[in-house]
């Protein structure tokens, strides 16, 4: 095999365990001190003059301490998301009410259309972004033969930052925009069954939505398909909410 080549055909010597090694030739004038896992004395043969001193250290391969450091880690990044759509939302809902509340609405009318929608969109948009990032260098490369590099980095400056904001909202609405639909939509559920009469309702739909996104989200596995079911059915939503505007606009427009 591989190894045989490089060695030439001869025999390889066997692996050498790992751990600490003196042999009784070594010549120590002081005092040998050496922290390890495990006390290694027997594997030193010489005797310093100084002698010999252990200390203990923990091993970095526990598992216990590995699992909690995981787990403090995929908590921490829950809170982030739970955070940064927290603050996504109260904007929108700021700003733009009529958008989150609409793709609810929508989500609710069709959840199983949603779904499709949103998956087809997923693949969809990705093939976009990359055939628009292929057209728009093979113009630009088109351009540099015609004019000489005249207006090729014109071009290339101004189509890829476009490509770059597209790409940038398209990645917006998948990570942030489509779960916000989503939680906004079951928050609308808690909402009118626990609290009907409550002031305030789109911040405590909000609010309760996202807390309970956050709760599922935590839970192992079942937390990570219940973000990409979100993701689907938000972004399956939002673009449903898009086709029907685009369809009443163009049918004013031929009125």
């Known amino acids: ?46 005797r310093p003059d100084g002698g010999v001193t252990f200390t203990e250290i923990s091993s970095t ?9 995981g787990s403090g880690l995929w908590i921490a990044r829950r809170m982030r998301e ?37 998956i087809l969109s997923y693949l969809g948009g990705y093939a ?9 260098l093979i113009l630009g490369m088109l351009l540099t033969v015609v004019t000489m590099g005249g207006m090729a980095r014109t071009i290339f400056g101004v189509g890829f930052s476009s490509w770059g904001v597209v790409f940038s909202l398209f990645l917006l609405t998948i990570t ?14 808690i909402v009118a069954h626990l609290a009907p009469n409550s002031e305030r309702k789109a911040a405590w739909a909000l609010i309760s939505g996202l807390g ?20 689907l059915m938000g972004l399956g939503a939002i673009w449903l909410v898009y086709k029907d505007w685009h369809d009443a606009r163009r049918a004013s427009q031929e009125a």
């Open 1 to 46: 095999d591989m190894v045989e080549q490089f060695a030439g055909g001869r025999e390889l010597p066997a692996a050498i365990a790992t751990g600490i090694r003196v042999s009784d030739n070594a010549q120590i004038s002081g005092k040998l001190n050496y922290s390890s896992p495990q006390d290694q004395t027997d594997a030193i043969t010489a």
């Open 61 to 69: 391969n526990d598992p216990a301490q590995d699992m909690q450091f």
């Open 82 to 118: 739970f955070l940064t759509l927290l603050a996504l939302g109260a904007l929108t809902l700021w700003k733009a009410p009529t958008l989150i509340q609409t793709s609810s609405q929508k989500l609710a009318e069709r959840p199983l259309p949603a779904l499709w929608a949103g």
């Open 128 to 136: 976009a972004i990359v055939l628009l990032a292929i057209l728009i």
């Open 176 to 189: 942030y925009g489509s779960k916000l639909v989503v939680t906004y939509f079951g928050g609308e559920w």
């Open 212 to 231: 309970l996104f956050f709760l599922m989200r935590l839970i192992p596995f079942l937390g990570a398909f219940i973000g990409i079911a979100a993701t």
